[in-house]
Nanobody, 125 residues
């Protein structure tokens, strides 16, 4: 099973950008559909974006469309989340997720099998 480690979180002003990275190890990265989720303390974990195993297909939450971009580099075993035009409501812990049993992570269909430990993103107003 793959292990996931997120990085790239931090404090940014509203309107700024951050790029999150999720490094995978321990298994064949290209056999996993990948996704990003986020969670505010006391609230449910929300889907942000996902990408297919070969990187061709992506899927975004409405809140992320037009501002965030998910990508992956299978040669580097890494998935990225480029976040632009950040808003204070984007503040959350961001989690990377992996699932070998689906071609694309779609919210509500199945819970991904593997999760990272999360990275905190704080957007100040």
């Amino acid at each position: 099973q793959v292990q996931l480690v997120e990085s790239g979180g931090g404090l940014v002003q509203a309107g700024g950008s951050l790029r999150l990275s999720c490094a995978a190890s321990g298994s064949t990265f290209s056999s996993y559909a990948m996704g990003w989720f986020r969670q505010v303390p006391g609230k449910a974990r929300d889907f942000v974006a996902s990408i297919s195993r070969n990187g061709v297909t992506t899927f975004y939450a409405d809140s992320a469309k037009g501002r965030f971009a998910i990508s992956r580099d299978n040669a580097k075993n890494t998935v990225y989340l480029q976040m632009n035009s950040l808003k204070p409501e984007d503040t959350a812990v961001y989690y990377c997720a992996a699932d070998p049993s689906t071609s694309l992570i779609v919210p509500g269909l199945r819970t991904p099998e593997v999760w990272g430990q999360g990275t905190l993103v704080t957007v100040s107003s």
